[in-house]
């Protein structure tokens, strides 16, 4: 079946590189194949309430250095259980595949791109089985996709991370206080091991290694005695306390139900180094510069080879597949392989054995 | 009198720019006066506890891209009303000048250059009444100093909330969310107005004029209902609610009384904002990167200027006095004119009007 | 007379800020006095031509972070002077203001917003001596304009100068070598002055200050020999040696009569140099990336307040009158107080003294 | 034999990265291991010289954003083929690679981290080869080195690439201008390559594919016609016409023969186009600023993995290997298999491919 007209949307938080991800797509498909490029708005949900955009090279001119996605992007959308609210209130899932996958025939495409997360991939999957037929684009600010060395987006948050430790290890020193660090990391602590160790800090706590308390004051107090007064402590959002619970600073605004649960974990540890310590201590939440802003040159290359990757995919009718950067070549994975599944950070994994090696504690107990 | 051996201090908050100060005192000092450059370490705390480094050409090299201040910094230390805990726990205050000013004596200093805000002004000008010759050095981020246009650190910080505001801004879009930045400023609201103006926000909130949230929904809704379903805002920690109280975020970490406290204003506007709109907020705390870091080129610029017209007024003897940037000159200012005032944005400021006429609203009833 | 309909035209070399200026005009005309305004293309081209753009609130949505102009600039288009290759082949100018005037008329504009440097103002000022209602906003990537503190442009050229200034000397330390950054500055010496103090240049030449190659020699030699064998050095383009001519470095493309001019004054004192010491000299033409790119905050809230104040000048009837910043105000003007005069380096300027104060050396005989 | 203490050195032009290696070998060689650590200053020029020094935690504190590196490196010093002017002026070449060994033996040295390019590498393998314990970490800007994946300073090399292309690219949209962008790259394309994709070039030249002047000419001028009259165009240095030669641009200061050699292929081609097309061309030549400066985050983790492996390697005997990143892991490579080779952009490879099928010219015939 030769290939006229594909698809493309963008699900799950904003990450830097989709922009690239949509122009890549969209000039390839063009300028090569000459096929028609639909975007389709705000992910799963543009394509239940058909809402769409052509996509053009001269509508994806001048994206490629912009942070987020021009076609929008939501965490909602699950086709297969979606929310509802009930008249009497209550919330109930249905499943919506079936509108999605008549509006896809209805919109005459040939070729879906599900450019995602782990959770978007899930259900880019599902509607490849169902019989719509699915290329997956990797995307995870996290990069804890299965099946891909990096994800786009990844490298930017880094960056922004390593560029803040850059700042707060000035003032750290001015002032001799134990400055923190909350990164991103639900899940997985790659973002808070790679920032760590190339920003230079002293002490990273990854969800994946449960820190003892004890054990990071014992390395801030270390350095006090040797002469060195001021720590920089790198957390990941998801890092919890050994036996104790994940702290989940629920997101302002969201409906709170309690201003308590504002602080994170960053601000629950420098709670307890203040109280523990006769030093300063101060922590800075990341929060969301981490997602937007202009990619690195990394991050606009990678999204820009994996479109193009993708448009290639579709035209050999390699469905059901993800393309992957693995070493330095985008391959085909099928999607079911790494489809809601989350790569954590192993405990022997050779950048906790190299961050430990140069002095750095993960707070072992 | 001939000078041949004079200090510097830092005091107050550590922001970028100290170090070019240091770096143009001790270099103008020794190369063009050849004096003898004494650096008093962490403030006043190290002038009265006699702890000095000496200042080289050699000493300052390199420091000039660098955050921060190589002689560090404190908050404490007011020599004349000095904190002390009792036995019994109770606090006391107690006057410690003299103590300085003989250790000054004892040091062999001929001048002080003190470098700080308003309080550290403050201190600096009662020491010189008391007969220690002291040239003041105006520093703070707010820019709130009277008595000169500019402070350095100042372009720095807002260089950091645009740049912050840049990659929000992308996020905010693609997610359709109200996006809010919450930046320093607990009494003055120039870097919130300046970098929210530089960095295209819709709202501004600044200590100066309290605000209703009601106008701040309103326009929010307003920018919904044509089409644009996400809003920047920028919040000053100072801002506060018509009729409300300052809300003051604990800083992490020092002896939290309750978790409480850690929502400053923003993520109390967020919370608010939240509940009565149908749209997603979110709430990003700039903090302590806006402090440090490499200063940008016109701190850079404007440290050194002032250390070399600070080193030119110790030499002509004009003691009392603080250098001040006026327009493209350095001149000298009396520091009784400046200390302990704090400089606010006044309600019809050529800002606020450029503000109000571009459509950027300020939360006015 | 009401104002209804406003003009915009943006003349001469671009420069970053431009756009924030295009956007602030058009939200303060349309937001505060409900007027429409037109974008010029090109420059007078598009005067001459009629080629213009409605500019609206939408239209320049996006544009504040930008580089360049969104409605284009070009160096040519003196309206009273204009050149023309006339059939022999021979260069002839005409006299072409009254077309000019005659579109502006017929566009049933009611003011013309003229961005530009001296050149461009100088125009503008004859234009509003020949009846069209003209108000200035000045732009020069240089800072030589007469009557205001800062042109937008010049901060970021500065900051992007500092920047790479900051890379050249970890290298010229590594390699132990002498480095030349030439930067913008044909008459002017403020970029390569103010960015070499910021940069920590070792010497800094301005075409204000003829330099004596034997000075700048003994510098290097002198720092060497104090075991410092790497110099930076910063060049303005249009610095010339002592009985010297200046070597203009032909812009590469056109139409080069001979390759030599390539190599403008950097590479000229990098030659020699590299002849006379026996040290490794690179030389560094930083060119165009000064000019474009996302500008500083600085420059962003600069053009932006240039903007709504011209708006506002024209609506109280200013024409005739440049909008220039002095100090911490934006102030009117009398255009031909400025228009096509330069405002270089004085010999005794306070940047000159601070300058050497610190050991800078200009390369004075 | 178990190691007591270790050398390192780094050879060739300095990148980004280098002191992340240097303080990470230290580390992991003092505090893991208790080893000492000599820096040997200048690179093998330092081992002829018994030139050292002591490396310490201590004294490579703060060096990780630091660009270049701190004990020095040189382009000079081939053991093996040392050039000595004798003393009729003639130039002969001797091998003094016994002379390095009896120092290396002098110092007590129980390995050698060599830090370099291939030609580096070669020397480092002809000194194992002779008896000499050396491990080879790869440093190459150009990326171009055979047996690993990515070395330090490409990707910060590949960054400020980008960074100018964005600067250049509304130069020349506000200009309507073809912008030329010449990078690095003598032997191989790949700075070129990765940052004209990333940075949204229209046209990229490189050393493996020879350009003809025609295809170049014929895409600018597609565009003009297509309504864009502007184009971005990047170089590698190392470019060549079809059936022409490379145009090597003397370094400014290297004793030049001829000013015309200053003119390098980039104002080459920029003097071309502006001959043969009515537009305006304007060449900048990137030059050292891609060498120095603070790495980014990418380069500061793979300097640091890089210097960690090299101690464990050393550590298990694995002598006359290079530590080399494939894919997500830092592995062993026998030396001989890297040393003295490079790696050049195979024709039909994937980031060709890509290039090509977004629509970017390789100005192939």
Redo the contacts between chains.
């Keep these: 079946m030769a290939i006229k007209r594909v698809g493309i949307l963008t699900g799950g938080?904003?990450c830097s590189g989709?922009n690239a991800v949509i122009?890549?797509v969209t000039?390839?498909a063009i300028?090569?194949h000459n096929w028609h490029v639909i975007g389709i708005e705000?992910g799963f949900e543009g394509l239940l309430e058909n809402r769409t955009q052509p996509l053009t090279?001269r509508s994806t001119r001048d994206i490629?250095?912009?942070?987020?996605?021009v076609i929008?992007?939501?965490?909602k959308g699950n086709l297969f259980a979606y929310r509802r609210v009930l008249p009497d209130g209550t919330l109930a899932t249905e499943d919506r595949s079936k509108e999605a996958i008549d509006n896809f025939n209805r919109m005459g495409l040939d070729c879906l791109f599900v450019v995602g997360g782990e959770g978007t991939q899930e259900i880019g999957f599902k509607l490849h089985q169902a019989g719509c037929p699915v290329i997956g684009i990797p995307k995870t600010i996290d990069n804890d996709l299965y099946g891909t060395?990096y994800t786009f987006g990844f490298?930017t948050a880094?960056?922004?991370?390593?560029?803040?430790l850059?700042?707060?290890?000035?003032?750290?020193?001015?002032?001799?206080r134990?400055?923190?660090l909350e990164v991103m990391g639900r899940n997985a602590g790659w973002i808070a091991l790679?920032?760590g160790?190339?920003?230079?800090a002293h002490i990273i706590l990854i969800p994946e290694i449960p820190y003892d308390l004890e054990k990071v004051e014992e390395k801030v107090r270390l350095r006090a005695e040797g002469g060195s007064p001021f720590s920089i402590i790198v957390v990941g959002e998801g890092a919890r306390e050994m036996g104790g619970e994940q702290i989940v600073s629920a997101?302002?605004?969201?409906?709170?139900q309690g201003?308590?649960q504002?602080?994170g974990v960053?601000?629950y540890i420098?709670?307890r180094?203040?109280?523990n310590l006769d030093l300063?201590?101060?922590?800075?939440?990341?929060?969301?510069?981490q997602?937007?802003?202009?990619p690195?040159?990394?991050d606009?290359?990678l999204g820009?080879?994996l479109g193009?990757?993708a448009?290639?995919a579709a035209c050999q009718g390699e469905f059901g597949k993800l393309v992957a950067l693995?070493?330095?070549?985008?391959v085909l994975v099928p999607l079911d392989e790494c489809a809601g599944k989350v790569r954590t950070v192993p405990p022997g994994h050779?950048?906790v054995?190299?961050a430990e090696?140069?002095?750095i504690s993960l707070g072992r107990a």
């Design positions: 938080g904003d989709l122009r890549s000039r390839s300028i090569k705000d090279v490629l250095p912009l942070g987020g996605t929008g992007t939501t965490n060395d490298q880094v960056q922004v991370a390593v560029d803040a850059d700042r707060l290890t000035t003032t750290g020193k001015s002032h001799q134990v400055m923190i790679e920032s160790i190339a920003g230079g997101a302002a605004g969201t409906r709170l201003v308590a504002l602080g960053g601000n420098a709670g180094l203040g109280r300063e201590v101060r922590c800075t939440v990341l929060g969301h510069v997602r937007g802003g202009t690195t040159s990394f606009r290359l820009t080879r193009h990757c448009v290639e693995k070493s330095l070549e985008v050779q950048l054995t190299c090696a140069i002095g």
